[in-house]
Structures are given as structure tokens and as C-alpha cells.
């Protein structure tokens, strides 16, 4: 593994021993670019990075970057620069984590095309975005990158993902079924008074069970009080 400084010498003697092409780990965080060959050393360095896998750019007020391309990238910080959205991006197709905190990114407008650039992305680290309080980020995130495991720090939720509507008939067939198992069935109560069936030719009517009552109470013996 590789971890190379730039040289103070002439280009050709700074170019011969610096062997960027090579180098698999570069951490280019907080560098003064106040002037233009500062900016355009950077530039040039990033050009040859083409097999790094781990490239650190924080705090560097980079705002574009989608002219660059890292094949073998694996782990990409880009935070607290000045990117205003994903079409800035560099071209990763082997990135795994990228951590864009403390951008300038507000929509979500151009996620689809890097995600076509990022087949392979798990992790996102995005919190200080303006998007990062939008309406349904997560669930669009996720939406759009399949292989992503894990959002600002939150692995994948079941509320990230927007559950399906069922087919109308669907749901008509369940509303027409809970109908029919709500509905009451009457049922007769043994205690109720029922008809007397009506009684056989020949006999006499019994009394009812009022008459009977009567009848008792008339029977009983009267007290008189002295």
C-alpha cells in the first residue's frame, strides 16, 4: 500500500517520484487552494488517482467534481465542501461508502443518474444538506439505490419503504367479506314467552299461567288485624 507526498522539484523529477497512478490510500483533506496553481496542482493529482481505494477531501470548497473518475474507490469523504447536488459527484463505480456531511445539496433531483454511476453503494452519510430535511428522503433514497444498508447512520427501516397498494379488486373482495362477518343473526330466546300451540279437539284450555296466579291467591286464607 502506498501513501506518496508531493514533492517540492521540478515537475518531471516530482511526477517521476510521486507515482499518484499507484497510490491506494490519499488524504488531500484541508488544503490551501486560495491561489490558482494551488487548485490546479489538486487537479492534476486527482487526475492520476486511478487506483486509490480510500480518498479523503474534506473542508477543500470543492464544488464539482463529476470531471473525475476513481474506478477502484471504495470509501469517498467529501464533507464540508461546497456541492450543490449529486450531478457533482465523481464518477465511482466501485464505491461502497460515501460521506457528503455539510454540503450545499437541495434536491434530490439528479440521484438517479449517479445512482447509475454508484451500482455498488451501501452507505450515505448526508446530514447539513438542505435535501437532508426534505420530505420522504429516506424512502427515496432507498428507492433509488437498491444495495443501500444504511442512511446517516440508521441502518434500513421498514418505514423506509413505501409499502404497495393491493389491487382494487383486492380490496373490494376484503370490505365485501368483513360486511358479511359483521352482520348479527337474531337468535330466539328460550326465556321469551312463546305461542301456546293450540290445544287438540276435545280438550279444554288449561289455564294460563296468570289465571293459575290468581286463582292461588284467591285460595289463601284473609287475616283481619283486631
Known amino acids: 500500500m502506498h501513501i506518496l507526498q508531493q514533492t517540492s522539484r521540478g515537475r518531471r523529477r516530482r511526477d517521476h ?3 499518484w497512478e499507484e497510490v491506494e490510500q490519499v488524504n488531500l483533506s484541508y ?7 494551488q487548485g490546479s496542482n489538486l487537479s492534476r493529482i486527482l487526475a492520476r488517482l486511478q487506483s486509490v481505494v480510500r480518498l479523503e477531501l474534506m473542508d477543500n470548497s470543492l464544488s464539482k467534481l463529476s470531471h473525475y473518475t476513481f474506478p477502484l474507490c471504495e470509501y469517498l469523504n467529501l464533507a464540508n465542501n461546497d456541492l450543490t447536488s449529486f450531478k457533482g ?3 465511482t463505480p466501485n464505491l461502497l461508502k460515501l ?9 434530490l433531483k439528479d440521484i438517479e443518474k449517479y445512482q447509475l454511476l454508484t451500482p455498488r453503494l451501501q452507505v450515505i452519510l448526508s446530514a447539513g444538506n438542505p435535501v437532508f430535511f426534505e420530505k420522504g428522503y429516506r424512502q427515496r433514497m432507498f428507492a433509488v439505490f437498491p444495495t443501500l444498508k444504511m442512511l446517516d447512520g440508521v441502518k434500513k427501516l421498514k418505514s423506509d419503504v413505501p409499502v404497495e397498494e393491493a389491487p382494487a379488486g383486492v380490496e373490494v373482495e376484503h370490505e365485501e367479506q368483513a360486511d358479511v362477518e359483521s352482520v348479527a343473526i337474531p337468535i330466539a330466546d328460550d326465556s321469551e314467552d312463546v305461542a ?3 290445544p287438540a279437539e276435545g280438550e279444554q284450555p288449561g289455564p294460563s299461567g296468570e289465571q293459575e296466579a290468581s286463582a292461588a291467591t284467591a285460595a289463601a286464607p284473609m287475616r283481619t288485624e283486631l
Open 89 to 91: 459527484l465523481p464518477f
Open 31 to 37: 488544503q490551501v487552494l486560495a491561489h490558482e496553481y
Open 196 to 198: 301456546a300451540e293450540p
Open 99 to 107: 460521506n457528503i456531511t455539510d454540503n450545499a445539496i437541495k434536491s
Open 17 to 19: 517520484f510521486e507515482c
